[in-house]
């Protein structure tokens, strides 16, 4: 594309003013950031002007367009298997991902899934899976064509899909441009659009630990993206999800995969299960298929078999035993009584500063760093006892991620609120 007629400063200064942003402008600033003929200084300064000022639908939808257009879009409908993929809008102990795509496979249905790596003060499927020795999620879309067929399930980096997201992604991470309503919009459907799969669920976070914390802007970007699914012909559900709270009992890379596996095994936190049976099936409704109940598949041992052939088919050995922090430090609690409510943001920006997340481009992540929590709300606690063992290599980073934790929980006299797990569903 020719920069005839178009200039950075010319396309941040409209936005940074409260303008709107042609469709032409966003094709070109999209394009020539993703071919390196506009620096990552002035797309972060426009990056925040989106932030500060916000896009329409129509300016979401065309940076989505652009976005997608940056690089391959996959096409399963020849496979000869409905397919059919979740997308998290991001939380705290969310490791759905992991034992869904095993039970989703296990019950017929192939699923292409590109994940992403941390973000901000949320993990990232890709970085949990890479702490599986050997694991790569680097995989051709020949390999993920290949996978599919034999496996029924492929995570990978989206590399040649949405290249432009892998760019942005990357630098909404470092420059605090995370939680902007049309940036993760259009992030989340350019990448699952590009991927190919035949229909998508979506899984948005509401409350502290979420990336927006306002449930009327969760609501709002639920529907922004269900509308991008239909537009781009991909069928697309929304659930609103709670995200007040930590999901199960573990947060960082390894302890979340160890997790994960006793899900698939049979046990597990029960908000877990929950999650990922409810999440499993709304996807086989929406692709489709119905012939198993995905409960079954934690029972018998059959989504544990697609989980290990996954991993074993992209490298990985679960033979070796997973990683953890080197260093650990146990909180223990102050009095008896029984645990509150568990601020996700407070654990998830601890687990970050442990070195579960990263601060700068490309920095690697700790695989072992993470926290244990040990009293889940609503459980009685005794004085002395311990609520949760934080993990790093680097001991030194235990006094801020402390100062995180404090505050973030509370032992009382009474349980907590309940509150429902699964908040809304939106389908249109
Ligand atoms: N997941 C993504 O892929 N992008 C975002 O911006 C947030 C969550």
Redesign the pocket.
């Known amino acids: 594309m020719t920069d005839l007629g178009f200039d950075a400063p010319t396309v941040i200064r409209t936005k940074r003013d409260g303008g709107r942003l042609a469709d032409a402008a966003i094709e070109w600033v999209v394009d020539a950031y993703t071919h390196g003929r506009v620096a990552e200084e002035q797309m972060s300064a426009l990056l925040m002007a989106i932030f500060l000022r916000g896009m329409d639908r129509g300016e979401t939808a065309s940076w989505t367009a652009a976005m997608l257009a940056s690089g391959d879009r996959l096409d399963f409908s020849d496979l000869g298997t409905p397919t059919v993929d979740k997308?998290?809008?991001?939380g705290v102990g969310d490791k759905i991902t992991l034992p869904l795509v095993a039970v989703v496979a296990a019950c017929g249905a192939a699923v292409p899934q590109a994940?992403?790596r941390g973000?901000g003060h949320?993990g990232g499927t890709l970085d949990k899976l890479e702490s599986i020795a050997g694991f790569s999620a680097m995989l051709s879309n020949e390999r993920v064509r290949d996978q599919l067929r034999d496996v029924g399930a492929a995570i990978f980096a989206a590399g040649e899909l949405a290249p432009a997201?892998a760019k942005l992604?990357a630098l909404?991470d470092v420059t605090a441009t995370?939680e902007?309503l049309p940036?993760?919009?259009?992030?989340?459907m350019s990448?699952?659009l590009a991927e190919g799969a035949g229909a998508l669920v979506l899984d948005v976070k509401v409350g502290s630990g979420a990336?927006l914390s306002s449930p009327q802007r969760c609501r709002e970007l639920a529907h922004t993206m269900v509308e991008l699914g239909a537009a781009h012909g991909v069928p697309t559900h929304a659930l609103l999800t709670d995200m007040n709270g930590p999901l199960g009992a573990t947060v960082g890379n390894a302890l979340e995969v160890a997790e994960s596996l006793e899900v698939l095994a049979g046990g597990g936190p029960p908000d877990v299960v929950a999650l990922t049976l409810r999440l499993a099936s709304e996807m086989l409704e929406l692709a489709g298929v119905d012939a198993r109940d995905p409960a079954d598949t934690l029972c018998d041992g059959t989504a544990m078999d697609r989980f290990r052939r996954l991993i074993a088919a992209q490298g990985g050995d679960l033979s070796v035993p997973l990683p953890i922090g080197a260093h650990s430090e146990t909180v223990t609690a102050a009095r008896g009584g029984t645990m509150g409510d568990i601020d996700a943001m407070a654990v998830g920006l601890a687990a970050w500063r442990l070195g579960a997340g990263r601060s700068r481009p490309g920095e690697g992540v700790q695989a072992g760093a993470g926290i244990r929590i040990h009293r889940r709300p609503g459980e009685p606690v005794s004085a002395g006892a311990p609520l949760f063992t934080l993990f790093t290599d680097t001991p030194e980073r235990f006094g801020a991620a402390l100062a995180e934790l404090d505050g973030g929980y509370r032992v009382g006299d009474t349980p907590p609120a309940s509150r429902p797990l699964i908040i809304d569903r939106i389908v249109t």
């Open positions: 997308h998290s809008t991001g994940s992403g973000l949320t997201d992604y909404r995370v902007s940036l993760i919009a259009s992030s989340v990448k699952k990336l």
